[in-house]
């Protein structure tokens, strides 16, 4: 168990909204969407970044890029977030087609934390 104390970097959450983190990082290798944390800690999306930005800059998640092809739902490939995004032309790893027009891919961020935290 890892803890976070947050020195007021997360005082714009609640007590509740603390305690739910907590809950949701209570077991290994768990992992965080910013639409998931916004919807489960009823949190704006913007919070939600900041929320998963502290993850890694305290050193308590990696945090991955998400790419997303149009060629299906899920995620076609993933880099490390602040690597940048992928250079084109791109290979599209799931359906191989080459991708030269940025506008065929969107992006998430995914946290992954190794270990549980305990937020305070
Ligand atoms: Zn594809």
Known sequence: MTSFKSGGKISFLSQWQINELSRHFTEPDRTAMPHELAIKLKIN??????????????????????IYHNCQEAPVDTLPFGAGF????WKCPNCEVIVEDGREL??????????????F
């Open 45 to 66: 999306y913007s919070d939600a970044l900041t929320i998963i930005s502290l993850l890694e800059t305290e050193g308590l998640s990696n945090n991955l890029l998400l």
């Open 106 to 119: 969107s992006y998430d961020l995914m946290a992954k934390a190794p270990e549980p935290i305990e937020f």
């Open 86 to 89: 992928p250079n084109l032309p």
